[in-house]
């Protein structure tokens, strides 16, 4: 019987098979700007959720670093690419992440790993939050972005009345301060 090998050359080896994001794959491709509660939360109430995004210029650097995002972080809910371009060939790229007083150190962590990934540098983002930009820093996060449910329903009640006292109409609370809660809590015998 012949040697069938002699007429089948041996594979050559594959050349390795990078998949996802490598250093500075990102470079051109992200605006230094994060974008805060622009969006509604899918995973949960927005009191309790905080979304951020960041617009990323093509389409499949979106798709991976979407898939970097949720991949890399425990404190990432979720993450997702807009489901069509924003303008010509630019996308948003959506994080949710619980709103909790860690919130500016896990940006910070996202914000040093993107370092690596693109040519912007810490001290290049802005934040924008409310209407207003400025420049990203822990603590100037912390300053002016609410970082618990409690303190985001204050800053949303607030708003609210502000259009209500404008329309003519009276002003409301909208949830329970501390004294309501614990008198209800003490009336349903929890405490």
Do not use: C
Request: charged share 25%; glycine share 4%.
């Amino acid at each position: 019987m012949p040697n069938n090998n002699s007429q089948h050359p041996s594979p050559q080896p594959s050349p390795p098979l990078f998949e996802g994001l490598q250093y500075r794959d990102l470079d051109g491709m992200l605006k230094p700007t994060i974008h805060v509660d622009e969006f509604s939360s899918k995973m949960g109430d927005d009191a309790d959720v905080m979304v951020i995004s960041f617009f990323v210029r093509d389409k499949s650097a979106a798709k991976d670093l979407v898939s970097w995002f949720e991949k890399g972080y425990d404190f990432v809910l979720d993450a997702d690419r807009s489901p069509g371009e924003i303008k010509p060939n630019r996308y948003l790229v959506y994080v949710e992440m619980r709103r909790r007083s860690a919130a500016p150190q896990n940006i910070e962590h996202l914000l040093d790993d993107l370092t690596t990934l693109s040519e912007h540098e810490g001290s290049d983002w802005m934040v924008h939050y409310n209407g207003d930009m400025f420049p990203w820093s822990e603590d100037e996060f912390a300053r002016r972005v609410p970082l618990t449910p409690d303190a985001y329903r204050a800053a949303t009640e607030s708003d609210l009345n502000e259009m209500r006292v404008a329309a003519g109409l009276p002003v409301k609370s909208v949830h329970a301060t501390a004294k309501d809660l614990k008198e209800l809590q003490a009336a349903a015998g929890i405490i």
